[in-house]
């Protein structure tokens, strides 16, 4: 299963505006119940597939190997995006925008899982504040990421409707980020009060 197509699907399905709770929650779990060629085909034709009816449809619609390569493309993912005729669905704001945001949530994980090791070593109350200083920091990361790659919105069907969504998540990031803060700060004075007695 390739983990940064379902990241994908289900950042895309989080930003329709058009579908209920209920409708996103039903997606997400045949998302993660279903194989990369089922989840492919949902978000090429919009529907949900048996894995035969997918790998048919995928055979007949496009080049199957399309959507994986715009998905893991980095940077281009935009401007491969709006070159590819075959798909308009690709150059929509909200794929643009959740190609985006999976981009910026793959840093944070990368970042996260590599210096977030260094906290195992610690336990109680300074394993906590470890954590929380790797999560502000990869939370800075992945700001720093959406941020840098926004600008491929431009690339998009409607530039200010995938800037609109890249900015909501930024500011969702951003008050989590002074959450981590606040956290770091109060376990940091506790950590310094057990030092003095």
Known sequence: MDKILKIFALEYIKEQDNLTKDDKLQLAYFVRDSNDSQVESLLLGGTMLSEE???????????????GNLIRGGP??????????QA???QSAAVVAAGIIAAGFI?????????????????GVPKKLCLATVRGSATSKHIQKLQASKKLCSKSKDPAKCSNKV???IEKLKSKLNNYESERKRLKSIVGMKMKG
């Open 76 to 85: 281009d993912l935009a401007s491969q995006a709006a070159s590819l005729g």
């Open 167 to 169: 900015d909501q998540k």
């Open 88 to 90: 308009a669905i690709l």
């Open 53 to 67: 009816e997918a790998n048919k449809f995928l055979g007949e619609a496009i080049d199957p190997s399309m959507l």
């Open 107 to 123: 840093v944070y994980r990368n970042y996260f899982s590599k210096i977030g090791k260094k906290c195992r070593d610690y336990q």
